[in-house]
């Protein structure tokens, strides 16, 4: 089309063609064939930049060994990381989100902390030390669900934890529990782009918590390839 169109200009005299008829007369083939080769290295980059997600998460969900069996549940479809206000333990104000960029193993129960609840932080301390060098690339995570205040005999052992309050209710939107429990029964996986993608069985003990790290460890090795120690930059 812009072919004839240019042919049709010069059959035009001069002095009837509007100002500056050269500057917005369509583009030649050339310019046209520039536009598409960038637009296609422009999809090439970001094919290369997602593909080794994509990936990870084929090797993950498809390629499985047979009789390979997971011991957690896999979220489908995926849900996001919602925007959720966030407090630390001495009310330092913060955002769900800051989490992103690293592997999170995450309870949740209020402030009080009971038997389950403590429970649940020895085996998320015990499966994160068990990842050995991979340790690193997995933040233990508990999201407090009331305004309530950790028992003092509990605080030591929560220095390499991630301890943060959040609304009760906002949270239960995001995450959910397996049918005839509540959300502080269970242990639950986000991959570093903020998806909840696992949640592992109620009522885990030591027994199950061995079972439950060889899912991490699969999807540690699964992962390798683009996440490393320390959280991910943001993109």
Same mark, same amino acid.
């Given at each position: 089309m812009s072919g004839s169109n240019l042919s049709d200009a010069s059959s035009v %005299?001069?002095?009837?063609?509007?100002? $500056?008829?050269?500057?917005?007369?369509?583009?030649?083939? *050339?310019?046209?064939?520039?536009?598409?080769? *960038?637009?296609?290295?422009?999809?090439?980059?970001?094919?290369?930049?997602?593909?080794?997600? =994509?990936?990870?998460?084929?090797?993950?969900? =498809? =390629?499985?060994?047979?009789?390979? !069996?997971?011991?957690?549940?896999?979220?489908? %479809?995926? !849900?996001?990381? %919602?925007?959720?206000?966030?407090?630390?333990?001495?009310?330092?104000?913060?955002?769900?989100?800051?989490? !992103?960029?690293?592997?999170?193993?995450?309870?949740?129960?209020?402030? *009080?902390? $009971? *038997?389950?609840?403590?429970?649940?932080?020895?085996?998320? !301390?015990?499966?994160?030390?068990?990842?050995?060098?991979?340790? $690193?690339?997995? $933040?233990?995570?508990?999201?407090?669900?009331d305004t309530g205040s950790p028992p003092a005999e509990i605080q030591p052992g929560l220095r390499q934890a991630t301890v943060l309050r959040v609304d009760a209710e906002a949270l239960s939107r995001w995450l959910e529990p397996a049918p005839g429990h509540g959300i502080t029964e269970h242990l639950y996986v986000v991959d570093p782009m903020g998806n909840w993608m696992m949640r592992f069985p109620a009522a885990m003990d030591t027994a199950a918590a061995a079972k439950a790290k060889k899912d991490l460890e699969r999807l540690m090795r699964a992962s390798a390839s683009w996440d490393t120690a320390g959280r991910m930059e943001k993109k």
């Open positions: %005299p001069v002095a009837t063609l509007p100002p $500056d008829a050269s500057a917005t007369a369509a583009p030649g083939p *050339a310019s046209a064939r520039g536009g598409r080769h *960038a637009g296609w290295k422009l999809l090439f980059l970001l094919v290369v930049c997602v593909s080794p997600v =994509v990936a990870s998460y084929f090797t993950y969900y =498809v =390629v499985r060994p047979e009789g390979r !069996r997971n011991f957690g549940e896999l979220v489908e %479809p995926l !849900r996001p990381m %919602p925007e959720l206000a966030t407090a630390t333990l001495d009310g330092h104000g913060g955002s769900l989100q800051a989490l !992103r960029g690293q592997w999170l193993l995450v309870s949740a129960a209020p402030g *009080a902390c $009971d *038997a389950a609840c403590q429970n649940h932080l020895y085996l998320q !301390r015990q499966m994160r030390e068990s990842l050995g060098k991979d340790k $690193d690339r997995l $933040d233990w995570v508990w999201l407090v669900t």
